[in-house]
């Protein structure tokens, strides 16, 4: 993890709300079903926005982050819900500091693994290490949301690059200020999620004429 991350979820008040399509794909898919023995794991929770939404829903939630000031943060936030909702039965949470290139947990572990804009803070190596982690965490027939950037987003090719596809810094756009930022094709993304028995992938364009600003960004719905 950049170390720049530690110094964001130190200082920012982050973590209120969650991913609203994150919320809609998995609904769609979970919505009628016992999710008390539905596990999710998300890489990369911050302050826990998204596992707020799946504590308060009944599922088995689980984050990892390599900021342990972004645990710590999610811990707190998490914490005031499980207290005020404890009569209701509420299911526990378990954090983690750790890495996405070596999770510490068991083989075919969780129900739905997310990836909300955190692999992609990573160079192409440690994404791939990522994924493969990801998928072996996977329950069979079990679902991967990731969402990341496109490799038109403004800023995808300045800074110092230390690949094809990753920037140390970008100069510009949405990942100015965030440290090491790796931008995808949609080809990459195949590459990623082959073993996967099937695959939605969604691109979401957005213009900001005001700052000449163009993102791209690719969120991918797969299951084992």
Not at 13 to 35: A, H
Not at 57 to 69: C, L
Request: aromatic share 12%; net charge negative.
């Amino acid at each position: 993890m950049d170390s720049i991350w530690e110094k964001h979820h130190s200082q920012r008040s982050w973590g209120k709300y969650p991913e609203i399509d994150l919320v809609k794909t998995v609904m769609r898919e979970f919505k009628n079903k016992d999710r008390s023995a539905v596990s999710v794991l998300e890489l990369g929770c911050g302050a826990g926005a998204n596992l707020s939404f799946f504590l308060c829903e009944g599922f088995q939630t689980y984050g990892i982050d390599g900021s342990p000031s972004a645990i710590n943060n999610a811990d707190k936030n998490l914490s005031l819900i499980k207290s005020s909702q404890q009569k209701k039965g509420t299911p526990f949470y378990f954090l983690s500091v750790g890495d996405f290139k070596s999770l510490p947990y068991e083989s075919e572990m969780f129900t739905i693994v997310v990836d909300n804009l955190s692999i992609y803070a990573n160079n192409s190596e440690t994404i791939d290490d990522a994924y493969k982690e990801a998928f072996r965490v996977l329950k069979p027939n079990g679902f991967m949301y990731s969402r990341v950037w496109g490799n038109n987003t403004t800023g995808s090719k300045t800074g110092e690059m230390i690949d094809i596809h990753t920037s140390k810094a970008p100069l510009l756009g949405p990942c100015q200020g965030m440290g090491t930022s790796h931008f995808f094709s949609r080809d990459e993304l195949l590459e990623h999620f082959s073993q996967f028995s099937s695959k939605t992938i969604k691109r979401i364009t957005e213009e900001n004429t005001s700052d000449d600003i163009y993102t791209e960004e690719w969120i991918v719905w797969a299951k084992k």
